[in-house]
């Protein structure tokens, strides 16, 4: 008998021989480190030698649930993909919400490994803790709309998908991994990965329910925190009423969102509330939640767009920020086309849309002309140039196979010092919040194992104002008003990103997170699992996560303080207008201090010490501690 709150199985798969081993993890190696990216970095880690290459058959691709997937905690509905990223060759991983982490667990797993590459293309159906591999040759070159049509009309309505699309396949570095039409596991370009191993799709059926050790406390601790976010928490009306939409014009106004490729200001972008909010919300027709989710973020809208009607996933912030204040275009319908072809498609948004951006700039900069972009004017706000632009990218044709892989390497690829506009770091492009409003997310965007990551918290969640609350009393006397003061933030930095470690390893959204206190999380995995944590306990496997993480890309010869932030996102030189003028991010202070906290070296490496107070003494060795 499995742990509570786990199904006990992990499906192994070698895809060149076509086999799969069923494997149960311990009961200790679920305690010590969950599921989700937990799980998976361990696995990672313990299974992978350093030095693969990313698209080759020895890096691994991880699937995970978590122990609060598919159970009654808020928002126990994520799952992520773990992998050696093909975009900045160290540790990946790609959180994503919808049915398909559920459904995984309901189909007897909590996750699925594979190894090697298949000679056909194939899928992998999970059923009753059954795993069986099928050829995927009719499958084959569909989107992901068509993948999921004929999967269901297959095995039926009772099962999530998991897939890549015609990007995937093609295995370019934009490509990302898709479940219920517009759901993304996004980042670290996992799903070029996905392709390059020929798997098509995972289809998880639901044919087992999640034990649980104490079910009516979980379901009563439900109760009672979704009847608090309903009684005024305004965090909750924004994401239940506008979903993340709702940010856009308000980001833009403050600086959260960067604007013309992070050099402009809301003056910039006048025009910013014709894809905020309510202009979204008057295009939505109906509303959309992960599994059972209390909040609903999501939607689908329809809108004409060059005299086609589209019927699409209702885009988010950042998509909204990449298509539209990045490049000047205010033209909703338009934004909507471009997250639909990269939701067909299966790209990841916020990389498409800033190297959209990136080209963009090059191209006011005279580094590209027309006759390099094939007649393409890519002049700021110019929409119908944003669409097609993206159009070629996923189909890899035109001035789009410059860009298929991303704002680094098509930087590379044009050269004249195209890079001094590719805003990304260690090869990921940055998502749109700004650390000249919020300095602590320069730390994230630097210092966490995937670079450029928002989904990250940290001092920054605090700075923003919607931190993981319950948790201040342990920040040494930090305030988010003090976030210019760039030193004593190490710990609230420490604390809330392993907070947020934890929370995505449990399987549950960030959203409905920032929505309920600290206590919940460790109240509904006591439930669950039976485990009796305490905030300490969680604090540590949080900890543990982050330096497993780090440990990977130090074994890759990847280190944190290496990671090469561009100048303009810290500042430098500061803004002469809009609300952060004259703000330069003192990123190395930040940078030090956090150093110090997590008992690492001034470059970025645990010590022995720390390896061992958190259980890690087997990655001393590979890292000479």
């Known amino acids: 008998m499995s742990i509570p709150g786990t199904m006990g199985k992990i499906a192994v798969v070698d895809l060149a021989g076509g086999t799969v081993e069923i ?19 361990y696995y990672l880690y313990t299974r992978q030698k350093p030095g693969v290459d990313p698209l080759g058959p020895d890096n691994h691709l991880g699937f995970f649930a978590s122990p ?8 126990g509905n994520r799952f992520q993909v773990v992998g050696k990223s093909p975009k900045t060759g160290g540790f990946g991983d790609a959180n994503c ?22 000679e056909q293309p194939v899928y992998l159906v999970l ?3 059954v795993a069986e591999l099928k050829s995927a040759a009719e499958l084959w070159g569909l989107d992901v709309v068509g993948t999921e049509a004929k999967l269901k009309a297959l095995y039926g309505d009772a099962i999530a ?38 798997i098509k799709a995972i289809v998880a059926v639901k044919s087992q329910e999640v034990p649980l050790a104490d079910e009516a406390a979980m379901k009563e601790q439900r109760t009672a925190h979704i009847k608090a976010m309903r009684d005024g928490n305004p965090l909750y009306d924004l994401f239940h009423n506008f979903g993340t939409s709702g940010l856009t014009a308000g980001a833009v106004a403050s600086g959260d969102c960067p604007v013309k490729n992070w050099t402009g200001t809301a003056a910039d972008f006048p025009t910013a509330a014709k894809i905020s909010d309510e202009a979204v919300q008057d295009i939505q027709y109906k509303p959309y939640g992960c599994w059972r989710c209390p909040i609903a973020c999501g939607g689908f809208v329809k809108t004409q767009f060059a005299g086609e009607t589209l019927d699409s996933g209702k885009p988010e912030y950042e998509t909204l920020g990449v298509f539209g204040a990045m490049v000047l275009v205010d033209d909703l319908a338009a934004i909507c086309k471009a997250n639909d072809i990269c939701n067909t498609q299966g790209m990841d948004t916020i990389s498409v849309g800033s190297t959209v951006a990136f080209a963009f700039e090059c191209y006011d900069k005279g580094i590209l002309t027309k006759d390099d972009t094939g007649g393409l004017e890519l002049t700021w706000g110019n929409a119908e140039a944003m669409v097609t632009l993206t159009e070629q990218i996923a189909k890899v044709e035109g ?12 930087a590379e690829r044009i050269g004249k010092g195209a890079i001094e506009c590719a805003m990304q770091i260690g090869g990921t492009e940055l998502p749109m919040h700004d650390p000249r409003l919020s300095p602590g997310i320069a730390s994230n965007y630097k210092l966490d194992a995937t670079p450029g990551r928002h989904t990250q918290f940290s ?22 008003e003090k976030k210019y003061d760039y030193t004593g933030k190490a710990k609230a930095h420490r604390i809330q990103s392993a907070l947020m470690h934890v929370i995505n390893a449990e399987g549950c959204c960030m959203f409905g997170a920032c929505c309920i206190p600290a206590q919940a999380q460790i109240d509904f995995l006591n439930g669950a699992m039976a485990a009796g944590y305490t905030v300490d306990d969680v604090l540590a496997i949080g900890d543990r996560i982050a330096n497993l993480r780090v440990a990977f890309n130090l074994r890759e010869g990847l280190k944190n303080a290496d990671f090469k932030v561009p100048a303009r996102v810290l500042g430098d030189p500061p803004l002469a207008a809009g609300e952060t003028k004259g703000v330069t991010v003192d990123l190395a202070t930040q940078q030090k201090e956090y150093f110090e906290e997590m008992g690492w070296s001034a470059d970025g490496v645990p010590s022995r010490a720390t390896l061992e107070r958190l259980g890690l003494d087997f990655v001393a060795a590979d890292l000479g501690r």
Do not use: H, Q
Request: proline share 5%; net charge neutral.
């Open 97 to 118: 919400g919808g049915n398909f982490g559920p459904f995984l667990k309901f189909s007897g797993f909590d996750g699925c490994l594979f190894a090697g590459v298949s």
């Open 23 to 41: 494997e149960t993890p311990s009961d200790d190696l679920y305690k010590t480190y969950l599921g989700g990216y937990g799980l998976g970095a």
């Open 459 to 480: 001092a920054w969640a605090a700075e923003a104002g919607f931190p993981i609350t319950g948790l201040e009393d342990r920040y040494g006397g930090w305030t988010p």
């Open 68 to 75: 609060l997937t598919g159970t009654p905690a808020i928002c």
């Open 161 to 198: 998908i998991a897939s890549v699309g015609p990007v995937g396949e093609a295995a370019r570095l934009l490509a990302c991994i898709m479940n219920d039409r517009d759901r993304a596991a996004g980042r670290s370009g996992l799903g070029a990965v996905m392709g390059s191993k020929k």
């Open 399 to 410: 001035f789009g196979a410059v860009l298929a892989d991303g704002a680094k390497a098509a």
């Open 127 to 129: 059923k009753d803790g």
